[in-house]
C-alpha cells in the first residue's frame, strides 16, 4: 500500500536555528510531492511542490525541499526559522500508482523557543 | 484563484443523526475530495470523485457515503453518526497536479 512516513511527530528548534523535516515514501517511481503547513485554526498551505526537473524545489516563507530518488525522500529545509513557523508542517504525495489521491503522512509539529 | 468552499465551520450532531457535510468549488475541477484530519494520524481519504456521479473509496470509507450531482458540488453523508466521527473534515479539489482545500468543518458527534 502506498503510505508517506514522517517520522518526527514533533520537533523544537531555538529561533534563528536551521531546520529539517524529514519525509520518505513507498514508491518506487517519481510521484508528484507536496508539503503543506497549517497553523493553529487555519486551513492547509501549500509550500511547494516537485512533479519533475530540478530536485531542489523552493517554496514560499523561505522553505526548500530536495528531493532524493535513491532514497525516497523529500525532505523540507529552512536555514533560519522564526517563531511565526511554529505549525504543523504535512508532507504528501499524489500522481503515479497513487493516481488521483493525495496520500498524507502523519505530520510534524514544530515549535520554536525563543 | 481557484475557491473550495465548506457550507459549515463548527457543527455539533447527535449520535445517530444523519449528517451533510457540503462542499462547493468555484472552477470546473474534475476531481473533489473528502478526507478527515485527527491529531497524530494527519489527513486520511474517505472518498474522492473523478466526474458527476462518479465516486471511488478512498483509504477510510466505512460509515460514509458521498454524493455528486453536480459537477461543482460533493457532499459527505453521515449515514448515522457516531462519536468517533468526531474529527475535522476537509475537501478538496483538484484538476491535473494542483489540489485546493477548503478550511474544513469541525464536526463534534455527542
Known amino acids: 500500500a502506498q503510505s508517506v512516513t514522517q517520522p518526527d511527530i514533533h520537533i523544537t528548534v531555538s529561533e534563528g536555528a536551521s531546520l529539517e523535516l524529514r519525509c520518505n515514501y513507498s514508491y518506487g517511481a517519481t510521484p508528484y510531492l507536496f508539503w503543506y503547513v497549517q497553523s493553529p485554526g487555519q486551513g492547509l498551505q501549500l509550500l511547494l511542490k516537485?512533479?519533475?526537473?530540478?530536485?531542489l524545489v523552493q517554496g514560499i516563507k523561505g522553505f526548500e525541499a530536495e528531493f532524493k530518488r535513491s532514497q525516497s525522500s523529500f525532505n523540507l529545509r529552512k536555514p533560519s526559522v522564526h517563531w511565526s513557523d511554529a505549525a504543523e508542517y504535512f508532507c504528501a504525495v499524489g500522481g503515479g500508482e497513487y493516481g488521483n489521491k493525495l496520500v498524507f503522512g502523519a505530520g510534524t509539529i514544530l515549535r520554536v523557543k525563543s | 484563484d481557484v475557491k473550495v468552499t465548506q457550507s459549515s465551520r463548527y457543527l455539533v450532531k447527535r449520535t445517530g443523526e444523519k449528517v451533510f457535510l457540503e462542499c462547493v468549488q468555484d472552477m470546473d475541477h474534475e476531481n473533489m475530495f473528502w478526507y478527515r484530519q485527527d491529531p497524530g494520524l494527519g489527513l486520511r481519504l474517505i472518498y474522492f470523485?473523478?466526474?458527476?456521479?462518479?465516486?471511488e473509496k478512498g483509504d477510510i470509507p466505512e460509515g460514509y457515503s458521498v454524493s455528486r450531482e453536480k459537477k461543482e458540488r460533493f457532499s459527505l453523508i453521515l449515514e448515522s453518526a457516531s462519536t468517533n466521527q468526531t474529527s475535522m473534515y476537509l475537501c478538496?479539489?483538484?484538476?491535473?497536479?494542483?489540489?485546493?482545500f477548503g478550511s474544513g468543518t469541525r464536526l463534534t458527534v455527542v
Open positions: 470523485s473523478y466526474d458527476v456521479k462518479m465516486k
Open positions: 516537485y512533479f519533475s526537473g530540478d530536485t
Open positions: 478538496a479539489s483538484r484538476k491535473g497536479v494542483g489540489y485546493t
